[in-house]
């Protein structure tokens, strides 16, 4: 298993968690900025540029000095990988750390991780040429880098927030040198895997949401989505960088907000095709009711 420090530690070390909490505040704010759109009738999601766009940006932004904060992380000492014992890892985790070593294989591994997820990255754009999802594409572009974004927040927490050696770690194949590099100890969880699910379970659920023809099937639709994430897993695993657990957590964070990012700022509709509901705030907030006769 892996050990939580005290935030202490960045504190002695001359580090500032404020970056992270506003990370946090934002994460959980964006959501619920789903929006009355001029177009409502038309649109399947509400999202307000006015208001979302800004704190968008302000929300990568953000990401930016997480990043920069994870960069000053604390180092693993020597002292302490010397200590390690592979015998202490959970069982359900321990094979990552004991597998046959080929530095060839995990070169290769690591570089396919890399391109699978950078290729999945770019693939939700594809959305654009689905011709229901065509007149809202600039909203769906801002939705996607919006649970991108919520996503990364999440993914930087996970190691400025634990310390747990990769596996390459316990590896005495792999010279020092390497295991006293940075980020040696950001193990929990896979932004590799998170990032892959948030994109293929974010067009999973888009695309669902836009084709009402899918009902019934949709699972078919979110199995696919989660080959992706399964298959960089599979990658970071082999590659020696993250255990079975990181990439099942990595999975897990990125799907939920996949879906749940734009299922926030799904309009609401009833039975009664006449009728709509639709959540709002602004200089107010409650539901929009709107009635046709």
Do not use: C
Not at 217 to 235: E, R
Not at 257 to 281: C, D, E, T, W
């Amino acid at each position: 298993m892996f050990n939580i420090y005290s935030s202490a530690k960045y504190i002695s070390s001359g580090l500032s968690i404020k970056w992270m909490i506003i990370a946090f505040v934002f994460a959980q704010i964006e959501p619920v900025l789903a929006q009355e759109d001029t177009t409502m009738n038309a649109k399947v999601y509400q999202f307000n540029r006015k208001v979302e766009i800004p704190i968008n940006l302000l929300h990568h932004s953000v990401n930016y000095f997480s990043f920069q904060l994870l960069q000053r992380k604390p180092v693993i000492e020597e002292t302490d990988i010397m200590a390690l014992n592979v015998n202490d890892v959970w069982f359900f985790d321990r094979h990552a750390a004991t597998q046959k070593y080929s530095a060839k294989t995990r070169e290769n591994a690591i570089k396919a991780s890399d391109v699978a997820m950078n290729i999945m990255l770019a693939l939700p754009f594809s959305l654009m040429l689905d011709k229901e999802i065509q007149e809202d594409a600039l909203d769906i572009v801002f939705l996607y880098l919006e649970t991108q974004a919520v996503n990364l927040s999440f993914s930087y927490a996970g190691p400025l927030l634990s310390y747990r050696a990769r596996p390459f770690v316990y590896f005495p194949e792999i010279p020092m040198d390497e295991k006293l590099k940075m980020g040696s100890e950001d193990s929990f969880f896979s932004g590799h895997t998170s990032s892959t699910a948030a994109a293929s379970f974010f067009m999973a659920k888009v695309y669902t949401d836009y084709h009402p023809e899918t009902k019934g099937k949709k699972w078919l639709f979110y199995s696919a989505a989660l080959i992706p994430p399964a298959l960089v897993g599979y990658f970071r695993y082999k590659g020696l960088k993250h255990f079975p657990t990181d990439v099942l957590t990595g999975i897990a964070v990125g799907a939920a907000f996949g879906i749940l990012v734009p299922h926030f700022h799904k309009r609401m509709k009833v039975k009664n095709q006449n009728l709509s509901i639709v959540p709002y705030a602004g200089a107010s907030s409650g539901l929009l009711v709107q009635l046709k006769f």
